[in-house]
């Protein structure tokens, strides 16, 4: 990573002369409080008198809720309070398709539903309490899996979704069927993600207290202000009625956006208590409860000419919505056209899919649809790669889009550096030396992706808004409701605000929401807080900035025109007749500015939308005011004997625009990769009835330090003119093409195609001994996990080293 | 019946007393004598989030049952810092951007730690074992690492300099 940039036209100067602190590798400003412990997540709230909650789940997958008998649980000492479907407000809520009760109104629809909840003096209680109820079901028949909820008659997990759809749309754009027709080469695959849990070391969890007629909730959200409104929609009250303020956050990746229902019946179980009630889910009820990543079924079509250029696509997409719909709808719109915005597609065509089954409900993860379109549409574009007789990183760049591309949805590209990406990735993994030397059972794939800096999802705004107070001790108080989630928003936002100020970064304080107090704001998600909050404390320190030198210049009799901030001085030359130049502290402004008769504090407002259009109903629109992107290229290895899979190096390149904190931005390539790792090879559970048979850590194994292959991260020369200081988001897509690119490497080292996650040792295995990943007693028409292309009569041989006929 | 308990916290003597000699350290430490720098993960001895040193050997404290604790000496993160700054292997996490979220961290900082009173200069064969005895979600452990390797030069140096 480089800060020095050499001028390119048409670009701000601003990118020639950063300032120090953009682009150093400022130390985090909430590092001592992690390390030592201090720092207080969720689960560490404590208020006087507070009580502590239990939850009964359903045991059934769909059942009607005949009785509910919570008078033993009552009765057990210590217990405060017992709650069911009847002491709510039984108001469906949802972030764009309201079907989720607080707690059961009449039926149950996964394993995990929440039924009634208990408050008691400690968890002990109110768990033993917890199983004193005894509910009595009449079981439903369930649909556990998504043929089974699309099939002619299925049982509905929703009265008012007929068929199980929750939501569907299709387009076609430019006529892909024709363009298809008129290609000379056509690849075509069905392939499948799976749930893939965040696996946030700590669990959602919720402290709520009632004073009057207002409930406060200290809550570990990522969007303090859209759970809110939410929240209060849940429990049946006005906006003015609930307060969110964010603890410290343990891990979010789209997990912890206010989906669910346990800070609900926390706040209802305060209410009913008269006392502050925490409720922390468990680990298992995480895995029931929380909102994983959706599994979703492509067909893919990719067209190409005879010399590699793409045509068209088209894809056919059912996505498991699970029993709720939460943010998935606006998940299947991302999974379905945002990958249109990385090659220079002629027509596209989708239809999509978001269908109830009675499983558990599934949401917002980072990446937010895109793994799994990567997933598939990234193995189509390496067997492309093979049929064309292509190199896959040659064909990327015949294809990539660039600064100024539309795609066909509208997404307008402003900054690119794609082809930078794709090139540097190569480099890195050294694709063109490995492919002149190839080693047995060894296997090189890439991928590329493309993610929005924020996304115009949530009404028509993605904006966001910043107030920065300098202080009478000479600092700044940034104060916002972003919030922190991990990544270290809030010491990149610090920078932002030091740079415009001329402050140090230890001498920023930034707030964390509250929604009584701090800026209204959309929160983590969408990679936005970086792009879209950045600007918006850019501004709000411009401007605090310009009130400061005003007042200097009144005090100092000076023209403002000669005066600058630095090191926490205001500064000017010497003036004539005089030898010292100014030197003045902030503070020393500050304070001069508030006493003397009418003072007042230098505060500047700073605001910003994302310069983005709200998409249509058919995801016609550019979601995003800027684009980032990624190159990711990866080599495994394949034990024959085994099928055990050993990643041993990936390559990541991406396109952030200006690298704000490079320690911190190569945190996120790292863990993402990571996460993307685990969802590749190891990430599953067991299913029996409709869930996890053993729904904790041991079964669903993530990642750890030894199973880390050597990792090359870069970042790309790049400026986004309407970033902050250059920048873009870089929170999610690292992950993206993880999966799809460990997949394809696989393929080039054995000939064995995986189309369902995760890439396991034993699909492996009976791929390379029969040409099928499913294993010959499970075997049946349709298996997904089978090769499923069609194979072409006038395939060309394969031009890598690759087992004849076991790739079809 | 509350059965009292004795043993070494963080240097000092505690005297508490149990309802359920089968409840553990972590819920212990964390709800009756508010020390929340421990965290909980999964509660059976998975991630690694709640470890502590006992009797110099990391331990979750998850699966530690305060019924066996008589006696014995427990080291939390509360006892790693103060008010004459942070242990090396804090300070490595601190300038190596060791953590996002953060919620792993003390329990990799105590991990860390007890190996560093056991073998002051493990091999990196070692600080990796160690390290994957953690979950971290957040990190891909690139940066765990790199702490961890900083931290044993950095304990190097202030043994070099005490002596
Ligand atoms: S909480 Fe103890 S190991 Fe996870
Ligand atoms: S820093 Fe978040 S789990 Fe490790």
């Not at chain 1, 499913?774 to 194979?791: D, K, V, Y």
Request: some cysteine; aromatic content about 6%; proline content about 7%.
């Amino acid at each position: 990573m480089s800060t020095t940039h050499a001028p390119v036209p048409g670009l701000p100067r601003e990118r020639d002369v950063l300032p120090p602190v953009i682009g150093s590798a400022v130390q985090r400003i909430d590092a001592v409080e992690k390390v030592t412990g201090r720092a207080s997540y969720a689960a560490d709230t404590r208020i006087p008198r507070m009580l502590h909650a239990a939850v009964v789940r359903s045991p059934h997958a769909h059942a009607r809720v005949l009785a509910v008998d919570t008078s033993r649980a009552a009765r057990v000492p210590g217990v405060h309070a017992v709650i069911t479907g009847a002491d709510t407000a039984q108001v469906k809520w949802g972030a764009f398709r309201p079907d989720l009760y607080p707690l059961a109104v009449e039926r149950v629809r996964y394993v995990g539903d929440e039924v009634a909840a208990v408050a008691a003096i400690d968890l002990e209680t109110a768990r033993y309490a917890a199983e004193l109820i005894r509910v009595e079901y009449e079981v439903l028949p369930a649909v556990l899996d998504l043929d089974a909820a699309l099939a002619d008659g299925a049982p509905l997990v929703h009265d008012d979704a007929p068929g199980n759809l929750a939501h569907e749309f299709a387009f076609d754009r430019g006529g892909a069927r024709e363009w298809l027709e008129r290609s000379d080469v056509v690849v075509e695959g069905v392939w499948q993600s799976t749930r893939q849990w965040h696996g946030s070391i700590e669990t959602i969890g919720c402290t709520a207290e009632w004073s009057q007629d207002r409930v406060t909730m200290w809550v570990n959200t990522q969007t303090p202000f859209l759970a809110r409104q939410r929240y209060a929609t849940a429990l049946g009250l006005p906006l003015r009625a609930v307060r969110v303020v964010q603890t410290e956050i343990g891990g979010g990746f789209g997990g912890k956006s206010g989906d669910d229902n346990t800070s609900v019946i926390c706040a209802i179980l305060a209410r009913k208590t008269g006392r502050p009630v925490q409720l922390v889910n468990t680990r298992e009820e995480e895995f029931l409860a929380s909102r994983p990543r959706i599994p979703m079924r492509y067909h893919v079509r990719l067209g190409f000419t005879s010399d590699g250029l793409v045509t068209a696509k088209e894809i056919d997409l059912v996505a498991d919505n699970g029993a709720y719909t939460g943010k998935a709808q606006a998940v299947l719109g991302a999974a379905t056209v945002r990958h249109d915005a990385l090659f220079t597609y002629r027509a596209v065509k989708a239809r999509s899919r978001l269908v109830y089954t009675n499983l558990v409900p599934t949401g917002a993860f980072r990446g937010f649809g895109n793994p799994s379109a990567d997933w598939a549409v990234g193995q189509a574009w390496d067997l492309a790669a093979t049929r064309l007789g292509i190199e896959v990183p040659d064909l990327f760049l015949l294809n990539a889009v660039e600064s100024g591309s539309v795609s066909p949805h509208n997404h307008r590209i402003s900054s690119c550096e794609l082809k930078q990406c794709i090139r540097r990735a190569a480099a890195a993994i050294g694709w063109y030396d490995k492919r002149a030397a190839p080693t047995p059972h060894r296997g090189l794939a890439m991928g590329v992706s493309v993610h929005v800096s924020g996304r115009r999802s949530f009404g028509d705004y993605d904006g966001s808004s910043a107030i920065v107070r300098l202080t009478e001790d000479g600092r700044a108080a940034v104060i916002i409701g972003e919030g922190e989630i991990g990544t270290g928003a809030r010491t990149t936002l610090a920078q932002i605000a030091a740079a415009e100020l001329g402050l140090a970064v230890a001498d920023i304080s930034v707030s964390r929401p509250d929604t009584d107090l701090t800026t209204h704001a959309l929160g983590a998600l969408a990679s936005r807080v970086t792009y879209v909050a950045g600007n918006a404390v850019k501004q709000a320190a411009e401007r605090a900035c310009e009130q400061l030198l005003a007042a200097a210049a009144r005090q100092t009799g000076r023209p403002a025109a000669e005066l600058w901030v630095e090191d926490g001085h205001v500064h000017a030359p010497a003036m004539p007749g005089e030898d010292t130049p100014l030197r003045q502290p902030v503070g020393t402004v500050v304070r001069a500015e508030l006493y003397r008769p009418g003072g007042e504090p230098i505060v500047g407002l700073g605001s910003f939308d994302n310069p983005s259009e709200f998409p249509d109903q058919l995801r016609y629109g550019n979601e995003s005011g800027a684009y980032n992107f990624v190159a990711e290229a990866a080599e495994v290895e394949v034990d024959p004997a085994t099928g055990a899979v050993t990643v041993l190096e990936l390559a990541a390149a991406v396109d952030c625009g200006t690298v704000l904190n490079p320690p911190l931005a190569e945190g996120q390539v790292e863990g993402a990769i990571a996460q993307g790792l685990g969802m590749a090879l190891t990430e599953r559970f067991d299913w029996d009835g409709g869930a996890p048979t053993r729904p904790n850590f041991v079964d669903y194994k993530m990642p750890t330090a030894g199973v880390m292959p050597k990792l090359h991260v870069e970042f790309a020369d790049s400026y986004e003119p309407t970033g902050p200081f250059g920048a873009k988001g870089v929170g999610e897509i690292a992950l993206d093409p993880v999966p799809s690119i460990v997949a394809s490497a696989v393929a080039d080292a054995v000939g064995v195609r995986v189309h369902e996650l995760p890439i396991t040792a034993e699909k492996i295995f009976w791929g390379i001994r029969t040409g099928s990943t499913t294993p010959p007693e499970q075997a049946g028409p349709g298996g997904l996990s089978e090769s499923a292309e069609p194979a072409p009569p006038d395939r060309p041989a394969p031009p890598r080293d690759r087992a004849p006929g076991e790739e079809r | 019946m509350a059965v009292p308990l004795r043993f070494r916290l963080n240097h000092e003597d505690v005297e508490v007393h149990v309802q359920d000699p089968a409840s553990t350290l972590l819920d212990l430490l964390r709800n009756d004598l508010g020390l929340t720098g421990t965290k909980s993960g999964c509660a059976i001895g998975y991630c690694g989030a709640c470890t502590v040193i006992v009797d110099g050997r990391a331990v979750p404290s998850c699966l530690q049952l305060v019924g066996l604790l008589e006696g014995r000496e427990v080291r939390t993160i509360e006892d790693l810092s103060g008010p004459d700054g942070l242990d090396p292997v804090q300070t490595a996490f601190v300038t190596c951007a060791g953590m996002q979220c953060g919620f792993c961290t003390p329990g990799h900082v105590m991990a860390l730690r007890a190996l560093l009173d056991q073998e002051p200069e493990p091999d990196e064969e070692r600080l990796r074992q160690t390290v994957d005895g953690n979950y971290c979600r957040c990190t891909g452990y690139v940066k765990i690492l790199d702490s961890a390797r900083e931290a044993v030069s950095l304990q190097k140096s202030l043994t070099g300099e005490a002596r």
